[in-house]
């Protein structure tokens, strides 16, 4: 019996199967791989059951395993359904068949990618934005292309909170408990066929923890779980949360995906020839891999040599509070054993951690300082990059400071609406979205006429308002607003008008607050015939006070326009929202402090659909821009003799409404009335044909694959 938990998956598949009507069999294979989110099974299960599957986060296990019998003995009548299930079981088992595809120089892996995120799918809420969702976008990509990689996270059995605004506009959180057993997940087994426990050393003793697998396509993710009965209560609590404020038990997580992951790998039986480190959270990792190292006989030198050899890591943060610092003391206490296990000296052990002879020790200096390659996650954050960690490198120009980058990416068949996805299948070549990141595949987009572009962009807008009706009704209600203003919703949002985005976890950098910064000024926009609508969505971290009092004052100049004007501001932004704002949208706004932007991927999510992106420029956004696909702020610099940052915010909220007023409404309205605005639709053709090669994840994984996943010797 196979330790790595694909027993338990068949074992899980077949318990289902044989719970369901003859015909629906085939569901159950299905709903155990997150594959069939990204290849049309989302129309499958809803055709089960539309609403239950809805009203269960798109859940296919619990889905199968709560409906009535009835329910599912008219799902297996349904012979279409059960030949499109048929077909698409047909065509996973040929997708995991295939052979594994080798990176660059020939090799073949395999590849051990670790975060403390992943944003997969809405029914598994271990993902709190962009970094998680980066992670759910390379694991369903390199599934695509085939190639080698098994991920390790960690379980969080209460996830990151949901989000509820009350009347005057303050966040609360909730946290709710989620049930690994509910999901497509199963407990990974020893061969004797008891749950696998790894000890992992944590301070002056050691936790145990569980080890489940959840499939996404053919790339196995294995996720750490301190909730087990030999663990003390407390103990139990370390994987509970995402981002929890509390040090103590951060710095618990880093250790256990650390350690754990490189225990978790021998457990599974996967000896990885590079590990990739996808933020600092998991940099202990490779120091782990060094002491199994030393326990098998290597000299302490080699050993972290060749941990170092095995490891890659990219950093993801300019902002400095992102990159968590530790006090010294802290750090030895967090794991005593670990500088003799690995046989350094303590000075030695911490200066693996330290910028310049001291301050603490830092996740992301161990991460570069323990790493064969490094990389920054666009081209701008690599120069920033480099010149943040230059003092890691003495004597190097800031140039040659090792750390490169690979521009993020999103993946296309997870982020193209179905409606746009159609347009383009009809028009691009056979084959076209595997070969995305070739911009000569694209080039059909400048012949797709106005009026077939236009449709797929109002029928997505559609989508996307029907949608924000429903939430925000209901939302309003739930606050307990009068039902006549819950019900205004439906007037003040209308299908033709212009509809501007911004979704984003609302940190201090991402300047929410530029959108109200002239409130007067901003009223005009939304008034007349040829107005903009605008809808906003966003979670500030529960400890964030000041990105709570942003979405309040938000609120706060909503009330103050009244209800007749098209403003929202929706609860609970997550993957499944993302979707719909960045398809239905027509303009997508970004706002970062500039350098702050590693890359952002919303953005790109945007490009993919015909939203058209008006961004700071910063991030990904310095090598999508070219003058014609989309709009730009230069982005005042908030430092130094040249000003404050209030005076860069009151610059850059300057230009934004200027390109609002001069340029993005004068172009969606300047057209006859039932015309298509035809310089609007010029713009979303080149975006298309321009970015669509740069931000599909096809290109970053490829370029990861052929470049960084290699090694060297
Ligand atoms: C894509 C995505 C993000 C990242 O967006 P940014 O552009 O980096 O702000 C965050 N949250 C969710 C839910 C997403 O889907």
Request: glycine share 10%.
């Amino acid at each position: 019996m196979a330790a790595d938990g694909s027993d338990q998956i068949a074992a899980a598949v077949a318990d289902l199967a044989a719970a369901l009507p003859e015909g629906l069999a085939p569901l159950a294979e299905l709903a155990y791989n997150y594959r069939w989110s990204w290849t049309g099974g989302d129309a499958i299960f809803s055709a089960v059951d539309a609403a239950r599957f809805a009203r269960l986060r798109r859940n296919p296990v619990a889905l199968l395993r709560s409906s009535p019998r009835s329910v599912l003995e008219r799902a297996a009548a349904d012979h279409h359904l059960v030949a499109r299930a048929r077909e698409a079981v047909e065509a996973q088992r040929a997708d995991l068949g295939r052979p594994a595809a080798e990176l660059g120089g020939g090799q073949h892996g395999p590849i051990a990618f670790v975060c403390a995120e992943y944003g997969i799918h809405v029914s598994l809420p271990i993902y709190s934005g962009g970094l998680g969702v980066l992670a759910g976008d390379i694991l369903k990509e390199s599934s695509d292309q085939a190639l080698p990689l098994a991920a390790v996270g960690l379980l969080y059995r209460e996830g990151y909170f949901r989000q509820r605004l009350d009347r005057e506009g303050w966040q609360r959180e909730a946290w709710t408990p989620v049930d690994p057993s509910d999901l497509p997940c199963v407990p990974v087994r020893d061969p004797a066929g008891r749950p696998l426990i790894l000890p992992v050393p944590l301070r002056d003793g050691e936790v145990v923890v569980r080890l489940w697998r959840v499939d996404v396509g053919r790339v196995p993710l294995y996720l750490l779980d301190t909730d087990c009965d030999a663990n003390r209560p407390a103990d139990r609590w370390i994987t509970a949360r995402l981002y929890v404020g509390d040090r103590r038990a951060r710095l618990d997580q880093y250790a256990v995906l650390g350690a754990g992951a490189i225990r978790a790998l021998t457990a599974v039986g996967i000896e990885a020839a590079t590990i990739h480190l996808n933020e600092g959270h998991a940099a202990i990792a490779p120091l782990e891999l060094a002491a199994q190292l030393v326990e098998k006989g290597l000299p302490g030198r080699d050993a972290i040599d060749r941990a170092r050899r095995t490891t890659v890591f990219t950093t993801h943060t300019p902002v400095p509070a992102g990159n968590e610092v530790i006090p010294d003391a802290e750090m030895l206490t967090l794991l005593p054993s670990l500088p003799q296990r690995v046989h350094m000296a303590l000075e030695e052990f911490l200066a693996l951690g330290h910028l310049d002879g001291g301050g603490g020790f830092g996740l992301s200096p161990l991460g570069i300082h323990m790493s064969r390659t490094r990389n920054a996650v666009s081209r701008r954050h690599g120069e920033v990059a480099r010149e943040m960690w230059r003092c890691l490198f003495p004597g190097v120009p800031r140039e040659e400071v090792p750390i490169r980058h690979v521009t993020n990416g999103v993946h296309l068949p997870t982020w193209m609406a179905p409606q746009m996805r159609a347009l383009l299948d009809r028009t691009l070549p056979e084959g076209w979205a595997e070969r995305s990141d070739d911009p000569e595949v694209w080039a059909g987009v400048e012949a797709i006429p106005d009026a077939e572009l236009w449709e797929v962009r109002n029928s997505q807008r559609r989508r996307l308002l029907a949608d924000v009706r429903k939430r925000a009704l209901v939302e309003r209600l739930r606050r307990g607003e009068s039902r006549e203003y819950a019900e205004s919703i439906s007037t003040s949002f209308d299908d033709d008008t212009l509809t501007i985005g911004f979704a984003r976890r609302i940190a201090t950098y991402k300047r929410l607050h530029l959108l109200v910064a002239d409130a007067f000024r901003g009223a005009s926009l939304l008034h007349g015939a040829r107005r903009m609508q605008v809808v906003i969505a966003g979670k500030a971290h529960p400890s964030d006070e000041q990105g709570k009092g942003v979405l309040q004052h938000l609120f706060e100049v909503k009330k103050m326009f009244g209800s007749t004007v098209g403003i929202a501001v929706l609860e609970d932004y997550d993957v499944e929202l993302a979707s719909l704002l960045v398809s239905g949208c027509d303009v997508w706004v970004n706002l970062p402090r500039p350098p702050m932007e590693a890359s952002g991927t919303s953005g790109e999510k945007a490009a993919l659909n015909g939203c058209l992106n008006l961004s700071v420029l910063d991030g990904w956004w310095c090598e999508g821009y070219d003058g014609t696909n989309g709009w730009a702020i230069e982005g005042a610099s908030g430092t130094g003799a040249i000003g404050s940052e209030e005076q860069a915010d009151a610059a850059d909220a300057g230009e934004l409404y200027s390109l609002f007023e001069e340029e993005v409404l004068p172009e969606f309205w300047g057209r006859d009335d039932g015309e298509p605005p035809h310089r609007w639709l010029d713009r979303v053709r080149r975006s298309l044909r321009t970015l669509g090669p740069l931000v599909s994840a096809t290109r970053m994984v490829r370029t990861y694959a052929r470049e960084v996943w290699p090694r060297g010797d």
